[in-house]
């Protein structure tokens, strides 16, 4: 499974193999403004699903980062603390925030697909 899965916290996933990849979600960003710092788990840190697992500071607010699933971070992103405006132009690809050794992967069932996310979205209006 390498597509992508999106929680009500707008923080996607993507999994490889045992390795979940976790960032924000372009519609994060737009609600954020510019992202002017970023602060990431610990590697070697365990985080539980739907836990704070960072924050992200823009110039209009700051936000938590939650963990859409539970495990063990095994790498996090140096280039998103050194440039934060990274986020902005590619949140859902390049400007990923940490990877997980997943604990459970049953809890990636409980997140939604990129088609059911859009309409939360939108319908949410947050």
Do not use: C, R
């Not at 499974?1 to 923080?11: A, I, T, Y």
């Not at 590619?90 to 309409?119: C, H, Q, R, V």
């Amino acid at each position: 499974m390498s597509d992508f899965k999106f929680s009500k916290e707008h923080e996607w996933l993507k999994v490889e193999g045992g390795i979940a990849t976790i960032g924000i979600t372009k519609h994060a960003t737009e609600m954020l403004g510019d992202i002017v710092f970023v602060e990431l788990p610990d590697v070697g840190s365990s985080v539980e699903k739907d836990g704070n697992a960072g924050v992200v500071e823009s110039t209009k607010a700051a936000s938590d980062v939650y963990t859409p699933i539970s495990g063990e971070v095994v790498e996090n992103n140096q280039a998103i603390v050194d440039d934060p405006a990274k986020i902005n132009s590619d949140p859902e690809n390049g400007a990923w925030f940490f990877k997980l050794k997943i604990k459970d992967k049953t809890e990636i069932d409980s997140l939604m697909n990129k088609e059911e996310y859009e309409k939360f979205a939108k319908e949410s209006g947050s």
